[in-house]
């Protein structure tokens, strides 16, 4: 078990940029959860997948926003035309499959976003 | 739609004693799930303790204890003997058990824990 990984740790970008982040999750977990975390609050949910499959999406998550997981592995994040409201981090978290709470979610250290 | 709400921002401790943090939620499922996770400075959150809605006893994890209130719809967190390594933000989270949303944690604000030599 070597942990869910997030790269980059950190990203500093202009405002109307766009920008990509990865997450690896724990190998044998089938989920995998991106949530949003500024300054102050407790993380917020964006999405969610099932292996390739995108599960469910926050409202949250504009139409700038799309993640992908296309094999089933990994996944990324991609922010379009970034704003300063962007500013925040993004926390990627992976579970085995999840009956019910049962399988509880293991998160990255994050990528913090700043948007100038 | 739920909600989960942690009333107290900041709390400190001192070393060997302990505290409690509280946590109130509100929703109109019957079978969920509830959860306290640390993040400690810097570092990646992790789960600290784990309750089933059906079930009426009360979780412990070593030096961490929850106190459920399932009618009050109120989940407080008690670590005893604090110690340095203690100190973290500590946030609630509520769990549905329905349907697409199973995994889509709902946080609280969370309370910034202290522990103090």
């Known amino acids: 078990d070597t942990g869910v990984s997030q790269d980059p740790r950190h990203k500093i970008t202009k405002r109307g940029q766009n920008v990509t982040f990865r997450c690896d999750p724990i190998s044998e977990h089938n989920r995998l959860y991106w949530y949003r975390q500024t300054l102050g609050q407790g993380p917020e949910f964006l999405t969610y997948f099932q292996n390739e499959a995108q599960l469910e999406k926050s409202r949250l998550l504009s139409d700038r926003f799309s993640a992908e997981r296309p094999k089933g592995s990994f996944s990324t994040l991609e922010i379009q035309r970034t704003e300063q409201g962007d500013s925040a981090m993004y926390l990627c978290?992976?579970?085995?499959?999840?009956?019910?709470?049962?399988?509880?979610?293991?998160f990255g250290n994050g990528t913090r976003l700043t948007v100038t | 739609a739920q909600t989960v709400t942690q009333s107290q921002p900041e709390m400190s401790v001192q070393e060997a004693e302990t505290v409690t943090l509280s946590c109130t939620y509100d929703t109109s499922e019957n079978n969920y799930y509830l959860f306290w996770y640390k993040q400690p400075p810097s570092r990646q959150m992790i789960l600290v303790i784990r309750?089933?809605?059906?079930?009426?006893q009360n979780a412990t994890e070593n030096r961490f204890s929850v106190n459920f209130q399932k009618a009050a719809k109120s989940f407080s967190l008690k670590i005893s003997d604090s110690q340095l390594g203690d100190t973290a933000m500590y946030f609630c989270a509520f769990m549905t058990n329905y349907g697409g949303s199973q995994g889509n944690l709902i946080f609280g604000k969370g309370t910034k824990l202290s522990v103090k030599p």
């Open positions: 309750q089933e809605a059906y079930k009426q």
């Open positions: 978290a992976s579970s085995r499959p999840n009956t019910g709470g049962n399988s509880p979610l293991h």
